[in-house]
């Protein structure tokens, strides 16, 4: 990122200019990023309502979850049941891995950016079968499983989520601060043909 900058007094402007991945930071994986058969469907052709509406967040930090591991079918099934809350049909699943504690902008950065756990392809159609328009974690890449930078699984970016029109947000932060219930909102840059963006994610408590 560079900055310019000119005096206040003499009708100057303080601005800079920015220079960014899409898939960067807090971000939105649309369906053209992993299908090049799907380039219609690019982030500036995405619903406004996309990444907006109930979420239900599931809090898996309880499962002592390693890189590499998955969360399966059946952990998400007890979850609901003990919590007595399910995502339901256009709504969006948030899944908190706990994983942000591993996040880091330092020498050991590229560790996170490496390793996190993910979801069985069972538990990824599990979402799919629900009907939900959008899920989110807390990791750099949602679902997929890794292992020392090995992708194990990536079930929703591949066969599940984005070839059915399942939109992905990655590296959510403070999702073990929310409820198990909130109003999502996350919003996206108008960027053409773009095959993801970063996002600006909010939630509002009940």
């Known amino acids: 990122m560079s900055a310019c900058a000119l005096e206040q007094g003499n009708g100057g402007h303080y601005c800079q ?3 960014m991945a899409e898939h960067m930071g807090s971000h939105v994986d ?4 992993k299908h090049p058969h799907l380039m219609h469907q690019t982030v500036d052709r995405m619903p406004v309502t996309a990444l907006i509406g109930r979420a ?3 809090h898996f930090g309880d499962l002592g979850l390693a890189a590499g591991d998955m969360v399966t079918r059946g952990d998400i099934l007890a979850y609901e049941s003990h919590e007595g809350v399910a995502v339901g049909g256009d709504e969006i699943a948030l899944l908190d891995f706990d994983w942000m504690r591993y996040w880091s902008t330092g020498r050991d950065a590229h560790w996170y ?3 996190q756990p993910g979801l069985s392809e069972e538990a ?17 890449a949602c679902e997929t499983a890794l ?12 066969k599940h989520w984005l ?3 399942i939109y992905i947000v990655e590296e959510l932060a403070n999702l073990g601060s929310l409820p198990n219930e909130v109003f999502f909102m996350a919003l996206p840059l108008n960027i053409v043909q773009g095959s993801g963006s970063p996002v600006r994610a909010i939630a509002f408590l009940p």
Do not use: M, W
């Open 147 to 158: 292992k020392d930078g090995v992708e194990l699984a990536a079930y929703g970016h591949n």
């Open 113 to 115: 950016a490496s390793n």
């Open 30 to 33: 649309a369906p053209s990023h």
């Open 124 to 140: 990824v159609r599990l979402f799919q079968e629900r009907g939900v328009k959008a899920v989110g974690a807390d990791t750099l």
């Open 17 to 19: 200019s920015i220079s």
């Open 56 to 58: 239900v967040v599931y």
């Open 163 to 165: 070839p059915n029109g």
